[in-house]
């Protein structure tokens, strides 16, 4: 019976560290979760760099095939093309300079989990209680054995095997 016993209390030892680990445990569900969630960001996230260098890319040919945008920065900075006459207006504000977005920094998050080192602790210290429990109703069942009458009784009478005089 207690190499039964001890059976029973590595099942569950080892199924709690397998359940543990499966769960929380560091290439567990929670922690894939968490990586599927910065994935997802990191995917918004390029995308928005992607629209970005579209329109800069954009901007940057037509900066230098289309004449009128060069024109139009040209007289932004202040140079003026033939038969053009320039009029400058005092007390009025500058043109804002454009800034150009070029997106945000996105640092990867630390991912959360158990250690494995407290999934097998917690896996042997339940096999410990279980091993605990089971030899203690072992040696309960084998005190009332010993104390009793090996069990044997019909309706609440016990019956004793003694020789016929």
């Known amino acids: 019976m207690k190499c039964f016993s001890f059976l029973i209390a590595a099942f569950f030892g080892v199924l709690s ?11 567990g569900l929670w922690s894939e979760k968490q990586l599927n969630e910065q994935k997802r ?23 230098q095939k289309d004449p009128d945008v060069i024109a139009a920065y ?18 009025l504000h500058a043109a804002p300079v454009t800034l150009y977005n070029t ?6 998050q630390p991912v959360l989990y158990i250690s494995e080192w407290v999934c097998k602790a917690f896996a042997l210290t339940v096999f ?20 009793g009458n090996n069990g ?14």
């Open 17 to 27: 560290y397998v359940v543990l680990s499966l769960t929380v445990g560091q290439n």
């Open 41 to 63: 960001l990191l995917s918004l996230h390029t995308a928005g760099i992607q629209k970005i260098n579209d329109e800069l890319t954009l901007e940057y040919t037509a900066l």
């Open 74 to 91: 040209a007289k932004k900075l202040g140079y003026v093309g033939e038969n053009e006459k320039l009029v400058k207006i005092t007390g």
């Open 103 to 108: 997106g945000t920094v996105l640092k990867r």
């Open 128 to 147: 410990f209680i279980a091993l605990s429990i089971l030899f203690l109703t072992d040696y309960s069942r084998k005190l009332d054995t010993r104390h």
């Open 152 to 165: 044997k009784k019909i309706r609440g009478i016990p019956i004793y095997d003694l020789p016929q005089v």
